[in-house]
């Protein structure tokens, strides 16, 4: 597990490392220099003549003690200091002082010279506004300059926050952040401007946000083997759970199947399809694992039969807006009292039924896209790009449920815990089918007793790592769905011949 804090909460990351442990300030600064250095050399960039540019806050110091450092080291530096002396931090003042010290040339501009490497130390977290005058020509003419760009914690301009450029933002080959990766990091222009990202450890430690539930948080592979469920050997069908997919509609057996095949591939014990009558025959041949029930009506008695059996359901994918859909939904939010996970047209059903959508009840799931949440919650998709925050957290303090926001950065959260920003999957995901198989895993997990939550966060994190595996093999352009579902055999396979591995050490 990996935080991902704001530019503020990373500033409280900091203050509580140097008031509560003591670390000073300056120690911080120096091993952020020291990870930057230690970058560049690693990465073996042309360190031949090397421009360090400087503005006036902590990120500027950081700049002037990595110019020390590469001066140490015998490069060819300079400083280009474009901050204000009167606006410098005590640090930074210290910084630049000891640099000049141990003779580093610092300019007040840069004439012709070329430089193969440019250091950004202009503004790093404690940017706090638009970028203008000076600043905006300062960053505009490194840009146009044709040398190796590297960014100090964050490339100047960009919001720590959303990922948004605050007017112009340095263009970055390689970025060095410090501690954590910034929130805006990952959304938004940052993933264009940030270049390849390392993270450094500099001495402030995860703990300093423990207990904290508005800091974000992602997962790494490595997380996975404490994620999944144990598996029983003495485990018959029974302990992995009943799965209920009311899905598909005439014409839409594929989500019907995607959904089905992805529950059972994350470890659901049985699946039973209930589908319309049309999809029996397809769906029989396509995955004879599954026991399918179909209906050509509405029959609240068969439905409450079901419901009765399962011991999760899964509503919505490829179900269409019919008046039978419309009663399969109302009926399994009134009455399934059990963990139930909601998509696609469940989801625009609910949208405009205002008095089904108030039955949510705190077992249910959500996974809405962009377009289906700005049904849910009254705002357009830009606002909610623009602003996506605070819009999921509005929604979520709105229903008792939890809600899995699905874009190329699936968001997922329940009133009171903290967001979980998804980092695995890719572009070649953005196909049909894809969200089918989705809500298929997460229903999945929910089978095998794992908390609605819980379910979001894996079933997201899996669903993108499966997607990862499916890009590996079929490039970005020609994965399909299947190969997704392929994709979750391959990662736990994978996970659980090591977990097999790790049993017999
Ligand atoms: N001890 C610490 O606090 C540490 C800080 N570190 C570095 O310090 C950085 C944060 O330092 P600061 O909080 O001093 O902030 P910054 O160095 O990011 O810059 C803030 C300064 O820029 C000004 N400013 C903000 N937006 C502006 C705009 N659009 N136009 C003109 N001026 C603008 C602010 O008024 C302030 O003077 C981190 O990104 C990191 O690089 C690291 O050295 C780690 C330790
Ligand atoms: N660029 C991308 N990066 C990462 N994940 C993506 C990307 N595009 C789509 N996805 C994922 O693929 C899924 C698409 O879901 P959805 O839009 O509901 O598809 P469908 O309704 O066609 O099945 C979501 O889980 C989403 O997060
Ligand atoms: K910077």
Redesign the pocket.
Known sequence: MRYLPTGAQMKQGDQKTITEMGMPSMVLMERAALSVVEMMESEQLDLKKVLVVCGSGNNGGDGFAVARLLHLKGYAVDVWFVGKESSMTEETRLQKQIAVHYGVPVKERVGEDCYTVIVDAIFGIGLSRQVSGTYYNVIENLNQMDAIKVAVDIPSGLSADTGDVLGIAFAADFTVTFAFQKIGMLFGMARKLVGKLVTASIGIEPSVYDGRGDVCYTYDRTDLKNLLPARDPDAHKGNYGKVLLIVGSPGMAG?AY?SAKAAYLTGAGLVQIYTAKENQSNLQQLLPEAIITTYERYEEEKLKELLEWADVVGIG?GLSMSETAQHLLSTTVRCAKKPCMI??DGLNILSKDRALFEKLTPDCIL??????MAGLCGHSVKELKEERFRYFQEFLGSIPSVC?M?????LVGRDGRPVYV?T????????????????GMITGLLAQKIEPYEAGTLG?FL??LA?DAAQKKKGSYSVL?SD?LDGIAEVLTAESTEMILREKC
Do not use: W, Y
Not at 367 to 372: G, V, Y
Not at 406 to 410: L, M, P, S, V
């Open positions: 989500a995607f994918s998509d696609a996974t809405p896209h962009m377009k289906e899995v699905k874009d190329a950065r699936t998804n695995s999957g890719n572009q070649s995901m953005a196909k049909g089918g894809a969200g089918d198989v989705l809500g997201v669903h993108g997607g769905a997704i």
